[in-house]
C-alpha cells in the first residue's frame, strides 16, 4: 500500500509555471507507475501523465504535450509535473496516482490517490 500527498498548487497567471510533486510513503514506491490526473469543476476527471517504474517509459495528454513534463526520483519517493506556458483551461484539482503497472490513461486503473492539489491560472 502508498499514500500520497500532493504540494505546490496555487495561482499563477497565464503563460506562467507551477512544479507539482506528490510524495509517496513507503519503500516501494518504485515498483508503481504514477500518474497525474486533473478534475475541473462540472468535468470528469482526465488523464495528464504518467511514467512508468522505471522512468524510460513517459504518457501525456495531447492536451499538454509539450507544456508539461512528468519525471520521478524514486531515491527521494516523489514524482513531480512541471508545468509549462500554462493556460487558463489548465485549472482544476490536481491528484497524484499510482499503480502497479501503466495501463492507460484510465483514472479508474489507479489503485491509490492523492488528496489533490488546486491549480488556478488566471488570464
Known amino acids: 500500500q502508498v499514500q500520497l500527498v500532493e504540494s505546490g498548487g496555487g495561482l499563477v497567471q497565464a503563460g506562467g509555471s507551477l512544479r507539482l510533486s506528490c510524495a509517496a510513503s513507503?519503500?516501494?514506491?518504485?515498483?508503481?507507475?504514477m500518474g497525474w490526473f486533473r478534475q475541473a469543476p462540472g468535468k470528469e476527471r482526465e488523464f495528464v501523465a504518467a511514467?512508468?517504474?522505471?522512468?524510460?517509459?513517459?504518457y501525456y495528454a495531447d492536451s499538454v504535450k509539450s507544456r508539461f513534463a512528468i519525471s520521478r526520483d524514486n531515491a527521494k519517493n516523489t514524482v513531480y509535473l512541471q508545468m509549462n506556458s500554462l493556460k487558463p483551461e489548465d485549472t482544476a484539482v490536481y491528484y497524484c496516482?499510482?499503480?502497479?503497472?501503466?495501463?492507460?490513461?484510465?483514472?479508474?486503473?489507479?489503485?491509490?490517490w492523492g488528496q489533490g492539489t488546486q491549480v488556478t491560472v488566471s488570464s
Open positions: 513507503g519503500r516501494t514506491f518504485r515498483l508503481y507507475a
Open positions: 511514467i512508468s517504474r522505471s522512468t524510460d517509459n513517459t
Open positions: 496516482a499510482a499503480d502497479q503497472d501503466y495501463r492507460g490513461p484510465r483514472w479508474t486503473a489507479y489503485d491509490y
